[in-house]
């Protein structure tokens, strides 16, 4: 009996879970290459964008995601661009992923000893093949644990995305709610369907952070 | 006439309002091998650091055999080259740094090969083969696997001496690279060093190693104050200077 129930819920839940899944790595992928392309230009000497990308930060650092999210969705709206759930979701955690990881890659470049980067120039290497082999690789190593778990907040925080209706696990829950009262049930297996996505990720990041100590 | 390997031409540096370099020339020949000795800030690392435009200088120029260095002429002026165009410069120029600047990701054999790799695009066998040469050439060839935080200070010294190798360079530049190493560490890099000089490579030392300066250089450079206090031959420079300056620098560093 109750067993039926589970499965008959769960169909919906894990539909909404690989939304979560999809929306979580395309705005990783997202956040990191804005947050390392906005750390790289902190390195340049161009004052202007330096301070477009401070602003940009604070802004997003300092304002929750829900708003930022109803911003986008209900603001482009509003201003005549009409864009559906689902991008507008990965569109708003991936520009707030990208704020938060520009600290993070800022913090780890900055870690690394200006006298790395003078043996790679001295050697011959251009500044971009020091970055490439010398820099990044080492950056990489320290902003790893960091990464890791922004990348387990990133993937629970996605349920704040049933706000503007993109349908992942929190969507499919609450609409089960309306439709079955089973309330209790739904939210225990949405949590524990969470926990199955996160727990081996972290365990993951866990195991890669002790590969990478290898050296060092 | 063959030009000289390395001319330095009336150098000036600044950082902001304070003069480093006030004027700084020099010339070194294929081969020989010049020693830079003064008291701390007296520019002698900033020197080295603008022969391969570590540091661009205010004023003045550099050229390597012969060829204008970081620079180049464009509707009769001189702008600074690319980067890309300065890092093939330096390609010529080994520079060997006080604090060694190994990189920590890489192992011994890896920090020496991966210059001849992406620099020069030999293939990794080629590389690897060249790399353990240099290896072998500085005593490290029972390291070759080891990480740099695995090696002593000595040990990564010579590393980063044999990484300067691997570049198969006109000339090799050496910033004070002994000065943080412990005491009982500095003989095995200053044999290594002996050894270039013995084969017959050109290179300029910064040092604080007087009596190695001594043994080692054929020329010898006093500074002080951004400029060059005298010059000549070890046996007049540290044996019998003619500048008080360099007397009291010679008394104060010799005593300990």
């Given amino acids: 009996m109750e067993f039926d129930k589970i499965l008959n819920l769960g169909g919906p839940l894990l539909l909404g879970a690989v939304t979560t899944v999809q929306i979580t790595i395309a705005a990783l992928i997202m956040a990191i290459f804005l947050g390392l392309t906005f750390a790289l230009v902190k390195l340049t000497r161009f004052r202007a964008l330096h301070w477009l990308i401070d602003i940009y930060v604070e802004l997003f650092r300092n304002t929750p995601v829900l708003t930022q999210l109803f911003l986008i969705y209900f603001g482009l709206a509003y201003l005549g661009f009409k864009v559906a759930a689902f991008p507008a979701a990965i569109i708003g955690l991936s520009l707030n992923g990208g704020a938060i990881l520009t600290e993070v890659f800022r913090a780890g470049l900055g870690a690394i000893h200006h006298g790395q980067r003078e043996a790679a120039l001295a050697v011959g290497m251009t500044p971009w093949a020091s970055l490439r082999y010398i820099i990044l690789p080492q950056t990489w190593k320290i902003t790893l644990p960091p990464l890791g778990n922004y990348a387990i907040a990133l993937l629970k925080d996605t349920a704040v995305v049933s706000a503007i209706a993109a349908p992942e696990i929190m969507f499919y829950a609450r609409n089960l709610v309306t439709s079955t009262f089973e309330t209790t049930l739904v939210y225990v297996l949405a949590a524990a369907l969470y926990f199955c996505l996160s727990f081996p990720l972290a365990r993951m990041v866990e195991r890669f952070e002790r590969r990478q100590s290898a050296w060092q | ?256």
């Fill in chain 2, 1 to 256: 006439m063959k030009a000289s390997l390395l001319h330095v031409q009336d150098l000036h540096k600044s950082f902001g309002s304070l003069e480093v370099l006030k004027g700084v020339s020099a010339t070194l020949e294929r081969g020989h091998k010049t020693a830079v000795i003064g008291p701390s800030g007296c520019g002698k690392s900033t020197l080295l650091r603008c022969i391969n435009y570590m540091e661009t200088p205010t004023t003045g120029h550099i050229y390597l055999d012969g060829e204008l260095f970081g620079e180049k002429e464009v509707n009769g002026k001189n702008i600074r080259m690319t980067e890309k165009e300065l890092a093939r410069q330096r390609a010529q120029v080994g520079m060997v740094f006080q604090g060694f600047y190994l990189w920590p990701h890489l192992n011994a054999r890896d920090n020496v090969a991966i210059a001849p790799m992406k620099v020069r695009g030999m293939s990794k066998q080629e590389a690897y083969e060249l790399a353990e040469n240099m290896l072998a050439k500085v005593h490290m060839s029972h390291k070759v696997d080891e990480f740099p935080e695995r090696l002593s200070g000595g040990q990564q010294q010579r590393v980063a001496i044999a990484r300067a190798l691997a570049q198969e360079p006109k000339l090799m530049l050496f910033d004070e690279p002994t000065s943080a190493l412990d005491p009982e560490l500095v003989g095995e890099v200053l044999k290594v060093i002996h050894e270039l000089a013995d084969e017959g490579r050109s290179m300029v030392l910064v040092t604080h190693e007087i009596r190695f300066a001594r043994d080692v250089a054929d020329w010898v450079m006093f500074m002080g104050d951004g400029t060059i206090v005298e010059e000549g031959p070890p046996d007049n420079i540290i044996g019998n200077p003619q500048h008080d300056r360099t007397r009291s620098f010679l008394r104060q560093i010799l005593e300990h």
